[in-house]
């Protein structure tokens, strides 16, 4: 069981941070810096901007319930 929740913690945590650099960004801050300011056909849409989001979310929300389980064994192990 926890080798199962730290993979799905690794493999969830990589998925999170592409999904994260794939967000457009929003002007200013480090995203300028990097350049991040350079506008791409691939944020145009707003229906894939709202489907990013909400892949985001809900791999965010797997992060943190595999985070909690790995917490739960360690805590009753």
């Known amino acids: 069981m926890r080798i199962a929740l730290q993979a799905v913690v690794v493999i969830s945590s990589l998925f999170l941070v592409l999904l994260i650099l794939m967000h457009k960004g929003k002007g200013g801050g480090l995203s300028d810096m990097f350049g991040g300011g350079v506008s791409s056909s691939l944020g145009g849409s707003s229906i894939a901007e709202r489907n990013l989001n909400r892949m985001t979310i809900i ?12 917490g739960l064994v360690a805590r009753f192990q």
């Open 59 to 70: 791999v965010s929300i797997v992060w943190v319930l595999a985070i909690i389980g790995l």
